[in-house]
């Protein structure tokens, strides 16, 4: 037992560390805690073990409230589309929002941008592309929320239609980040959506046009309802091949590399959304794929007629289907309107 003036200054060392702690944690204790309070909290009466009840008590309820708080996240919302996304939610979404980027930098000043702004929004670094980024933000979400209620997949590139970059090399580039992460994204973040969650997947009506200038038999599959996951990724792959070769049209596929991508977003979405369905009929969770429109953004240039702002109109409109909503499931929406796919 401590004791005199060591004691009374111990004890306030100890008061002041709890109070930082209580003011400042957000998910699990620090790990040397148990042993801090082994060493410090040994008599039944002393005034460190009130400190200890009150913290633990504190860490009870907020640890509680945090996994019950409601989140939305957004990719490649550093600037663009994603940033107007994070915008629009910060003003209308009851919950925590993230905005992420693969570069920390960059990031925190579009956090900060916002915060001149008035607005709130939070920051993790997530880039799509690189797998250990996706499992440690995956993990973030579900130990801090317990999941996540609305994940808005906005993050995608585009080559310039002046790029010389052979056609082959555009078409794997493309699909790496606009598909493949994308639905990496999706494998891990799919099973951390909450009952009554959103998911929008950010798409084209480029898509469409490319669909359009498939084969007859590449359309049908694209349109099918019972092509699986496995055969979507199997023709993405085969598109890059044909692609890298040259053989790409005559073999029936699209002169676009961004379009085909979409292709594969959209019919990705349909996939997971029929899943869904049938493996969480009771969660009342909405998967939708959108089209932003023709935005003035870095990748669509100057000349486009919407504003980014105007761009996340769709976007936010699918993340706030109100709760008991049923449709849109599994569509491909623009302007807030299911098109034709």
Known sequence: MLCGSVAGAQTHVVSMFFRVCALTLRSKPPAFLPVFLSHFCTAPDSSLQLYHRRFIRHYKTSSKQTMSAKVAVVTGSNKGIGLAIVRALCKQYQGD??????????????????????????????????????????????????????????????????????????????????????????????????????????????????????????????????????????????????AKKGEHKKTGWPTTAYGTSKIGVTTLSMILARRLSKERPNDGILLNACCPGWVRTDMAGPKAPKSPDEGAITPVYLALLPPGATEPHGKFVSDKVVQRW
């Open 97 to 242: 929002v993230y905005l992420t980027a693969r570069d920390v930098g960059r990031g925190q000043e579009a956090v900060k941008s916002l915060g001149e702004e008035g607005l709130k929004p939070m920051f993790h670094q997530l880039d799509i592309n690189d797998m250990n980024s996706i499992t440690t933000a995956a993990a973030y979400f579900k130990e801090k929320y317990g999941g996540v209620d609305v994940l808005i997949n906005n993050a995608g590139i585009a080559f310039k239609v002046a790029d010389t970059t052979p056609f082959g090399v555009q078409a794997e580039v493309t699909l790496k980040t606009n598909f493949f992460a994308t639905r990496d994204m999706l494998s891990h973040f799919l099973p951390l959506i909450k009952a009554g969650g959103r998911v929008v997947n950010v798409s084209s009506v480029a898509g469409s046009g490319a669909l359009n200038q498939c084969s007859s038999a590449l359309k049908q599959r694209f349109r099918s309802e019972d092509i699986t996951e496995e055969e979507l990724v199997g023709l993405m792959q085969q598109f890059i091949e044909q």
